[in-house]
């Protein structure tokens, strides 16, 4: 995939009002309420958990396959090492960079969206902010399942032990962060050439 496919979403419509535990991304690029999502027919593929300033914070139904960080046992990616800043999206671009290394775990997680916008690997910090609203986002997930039948919607596994997450945050050149989604602020340095899930998320702009 090249880097060209990744975009900001910028270019969709924000309804207000939403809250938190209640509202959906539609395959169109609206954000609406679960009630008007089903009302007007449209299809939801990710769930509101967060805003800040312009941006609002949406997790996707579904979870990639089980994928390495990177197709090399060493190499230092180009993502940010900080675990308290919110850059999935500029961490993903920088792996996708990487002609050197490839990220199979990131090139799977830009290429789940074809509507002229693009999903990412979250960082760290975006882990921990969702992981906060994990039980809200999870009665919207099982709203979509019931409603959905047919999304493939994946909830957020929160009392299973399979709940480790691939964050695009790095640690060195041999191990990147995975996260566990079952408790805040628990990520666990990780060798890059281990399968593991990740949850993608994307950014709308209001």
Known sequence: LSLAGLTACDEHEYIEPYTI?????????????????????????????YTKGDSVYAVWLKET?????????AGIQGTSLSVTSDVGFTNTANLLKND?????????????????????????????????????????LQWC?????????????????????W???????????????????SEQSTPKVQAHKARPIVIVRK
């Open 65 to 73: 396959a089980a994928l390495a960080f990177s197709d090399h046992t």
């Open 167 to 185: 964050t695009s945050t790095e640690v060195s050149s041999t191990h990147a962060y995975l996260y566990s989604i079952r408790r805040c602020y």
């Open 100 to 140: 050197s290394i490839k990220s199979p775990i990131a090139e799977a997680t830009v290429g789940i969206w074809s509507a002229g916008q693009s999903a990412f690997v979250p960082s760290v910090n975006e882990m921990n902010l969702l992981q906060q609203h994990a039980v809200e986002v999870n009665q919207v």
């Open 21 to 49: 535990g209640n509202s959906v991304l539609c395959e169109d690029g609206e954000i609406m309420d679960t009630t008007s999502c089903r009302l007007t027919g449209e299809t939801p593929i990710a769930v509101v958990f």
């Open 145 to 165: 399942q019931t409603v959905y039948p047919s999304s493939g919607t994946v909830l957020l596994p929160l009392s299973e032990q399979n709940c480790w997450y």
